[in-house]
């Protein structure tokens, strides 16, 4: 069974990039046809797809955060990171890191494996 784990900072300042990394175990981040996504959930918000890694090392982005995201994979690690930029206290939420056989972006249901999740929060 496939387990995904969050890491990185839960505190970052204004104008900063966060960066968050996602440990895989159980299984390939290179088995098809699997995407890997990050995704957040601000405090008192709904769930936000923000960007997935294919199996391939195709990377595919929210139309509304594509210009601050970034989502890139170390295949010798079987880890795959997410970078925000110049982010905003809007920034704050948990963020995921979750599998889904498609991509499905917000559609919930398809995403079987999450990892725990991780609060970061943006403060000076």
């Known amino acids: 069974q496939v387990q995904l784990q969050e890491s990185g900072p839960g505190l970052v300042k204004p104008s900063q990039t966060l960066s968050l990394t996602c440990t895989v175990s159980?299984?390939?981040?290179?088995?098809?046809?699997?995407?890997w996504s990050w995704i957040r959930q601000p405090p008192g918000k709904g769930l936000e797809w923000m960007g997935a890694?294919?199996?391939?090392?195709?990377?595919y982005y929210s139309p509304s955060l594509k210009s601050r995201t970034s989502i890139s994979r170390d295949t010798s690690k079987n880890q795959f990171t997410l970078q925000l930029s110049s982010v905003t206290p809007e920034d704050t939420a948990v963020y995921y890191c979750?599998?889904?056989?498609?991509?499905?972006?917000?559609?919930?249901?398809?995403?079987?494996?999450w990892g725990q999740g991780t609060q970061v929060t943006v403060s000076s």
């Open positions: 979750a599998r889904a056989p498609e991509l499905g972006g917000s559609s919930w249901p398809i995403f079987g494996s």
């Open positions: 159980g299984g390939s981040i290179t088995t098809n046809y699997y995407y």
């Open positions: 890694i294919a199996y391939s090392g195709s990377t």
